[in-house]
C-alpha cells in the first residue's frame, strides 16, 4: 500500500512553496491551508523537481513563467484577461464562439481528433456554450447526433449561439449536479445544494464516438461557499467519468487539461493512456501563454477493466468532493492515482515526451509577450 501523506510542517510547505515559485506555477509565499491542496502541492513539488533537473524544454519554460509572475505588467495582463472572461454579453459569447471554432479546427488539423469513426457519427458535448468548439465538429460530421449541456446563462453561463437543428439536444444545466447520472440516489437532508442536484440525464444504453469535455470553473457562477476550492476538482471528474462510461469503444475524448506537470494532471493522462491512445496538443489559438492543452485519447477502449476502474473512482471523488470531508476529499484523491514517486518511476519517461509536445510552444509565446520582455 502506498504511504499516506502526512500534512507538512511549516518548513517544509516553505520549501515545496519555493519549488512551485521556481517553476512558475504559483506566487512565492502562497501555501494553502487545504489538506487536499497540501497533498496536490507536494506530489506536484516533487515531479517539478525532476523536471526541473532533467527536462530543458521545462526549466526554459519556468524561467519565462516566473519572469511573468514578477512582472507588474503580467498581474495587469491577467487581470484584464480574467476580466473580460468574465463577461457573458452576446458581444462576448460571439467572440467566444468564433475563437473556439478556430480552436477547433486547429486542433482537427494536428490530430484528426474531431472525425468520428462512422457517418454520421453521434458526439457528446459536456460543456457546449458558446458552441464554437462544437459547430466545428459537427461541420466534420454532417449529420451527426449531438447531446449537449450547458451550465444556464441564469447561472452565470455563456449564451448558446449554435445554430438549432433536429440532428442536437442542448441542455441547460449545471453538470456538476448530476447525482443520479454519477451513481448517488440517497442524498443527505442536510446538504446545502439538496434541492439542486439532478435525475438521471443518460440512459444506460446511450453512448458516443466523439466526446469532448472542455468544460471550466466560471467566476460568474454563483455557488455555496463549501464548492468554491473542490470545484474544479467536481466539475473535471463528473465530464470525465460520465464521458468514458458513454463511450462507444473505439471513440475519441477530447480533453482540456492544465499544467501538465501538476500531479493530479499527470495522473489523468497515465489513466487514459492505460486504455487509449494519448496525444497532447497545444493550440497556438487561445491558448499559446497559457498553461492549457488539450489531450487527445483515440481509440479509447471503454470497456477495459482499467477503464472501468477509472469511472468508478472518479465518481467516488466527485462523491467525496460533493459530500466528504476535507479528509474524505483528500483520501479520494490519494486513492484516485499513484503517489509522485511511483508516477514519476512508472510514467516519467511518457510525461517527458508528451510534456515535450506542448512546453516549447508555451515558451516560444512568453518569450515574446510584452510582459515577459518588459
Known amino acids: ?46 515531479i517539478v523537481t525532476y523536471l526541473l533537473d532533467e527536462v530543458p524544454e521545462f526549466l526554459e519554460l519556468a524561467e519565462l513563467r516566473r519572469q511573468g509572475w514578477e512582472n507588474p505588467a503580467g ?10 472572461a468574465d463577461k457573458t454579453d452576446k458581444q462576448t459569447s460571439k467572440y ?40 466545428t465538429a459537427k461541420g466534420l460530421n454532417p449529420g451527426a447526433e449531438v447531446m449537449g449541456f450547458s451550465l444556464p446563462p441564469s447561472d452565470g453561463g455563456y449564451s448558446v449561439l449554435l445554430p438549432e437543428d433536429t440532428q442536437s439536444s442542448v441542455t441547460f444545466l449545471d453538470i456538476t449536479m448530476l447525482a443520479a447520472d454519477m451513481g448517488v440516489t440517497t442524498l443527505p437532508e442536510d446538504h ?11 440512459k444506460e444504453t446511450q453512448l458516443f464516438e466523439l466526446v469532448i469535455c472542455d468544460g471550466q ?22 465530464q470525465l467519468a460520465l464521458g468514458l462510461e458513454h463511450m ?11 499544467k501538465l506537470e501538476s500531479w493530479d494532471t499527470a ?3 497515465r489513466t487514459f493512456s492505460e486504455f487509449s491512445s494519448v496525444r497532447l496538443f497545444k493550440p497556438k489559438v487561445g491558448h499559446a501563454t497559457r498553461s492549457s492543452f488539450y489531450m487527445v485519447a483515440s481509440n479509447v477502449q471503454s470497456q477495459h477493466p482499467n477503464a472501468r476502474l ?24 490519494c486513492d484516485a492515482g499513484p503517489n509522485a514517486e511511483k508516477l514519476l518511476e512508472e510514467f516519467g519517461s511518457e510525461l517527458v515526451s508528451h510534456g515535450r509536445e506542448i512546453w516549447p510552444v508555451q515558451a516560444h509565446a512568453l518569450a515574446k509577450a510584452s510582459y515577459v520582455k518588459s
Open 267 to 269: 495522473c489523468y493522462i
Open 248 to 258: 462507444k469503444p473505439g471513440g475519441t475524448m477530447l480533453v482540456l487539461f492544465h
Open 192 to 202: 446545502p445544494d439538496i434541492g439542486k442536484f439532478l435525475p438521471r440525464q443518460f
Open 1 to 46: 500500500m502506498e504511504a499516506r501523506f502526512i500534512p507538512q510542517i511549516e518548513g517544509q510547505d516553505i520549501v515545496i512553496n519555493h519549488v512551485l515559485a521556481q517553476a512558475g506555477l504559483q506566487r512565492q509565499g502562497r501555501i494553502s491551508s487545504s489538506l487536499t491542496d497540501q497533498m496536490i502541492q507536494r506530489s506536484t513539488s516533487i
Open 75 to 84: 498581474d495587469r495582463h491577467f487581470h484584464n484577461q480574467r476580466r473580460a
Open 310 to 333: 477509472a469511472v468508478k473512482k472518479w465518481k467516488e471523488l466527485w462523491r467525496a468532493a460533493t459530500f466528504g470531508s476535507e479528509e474524505d476529499f483528500m483520501e479520494a484523491f
Open 217 to 238: 470553473v466560471l467566476r460568474t457562477h454563483t455557488r455555496e461557499p463549501y464548492r468554491e476550492s473542490r470545484e474544479p476538482t467536481r466539475l473535471k471528474t463528473v
Open 96 to 135: 467566444h464562439y468564433r475563437l473556439m471554432q478556430k480552436i477547433g479546427e486547429e486542433i482537427h488539423n494536428a490530430t484528426g481528433g474531431l472525425a468520428t469513426r462512422t457517418f454520421p457519427g453521434n458526439i457528446l458535448d459536456m460543456c457546449v456554450a458558446p458552441g464554437g468548439f462544437l459547430a
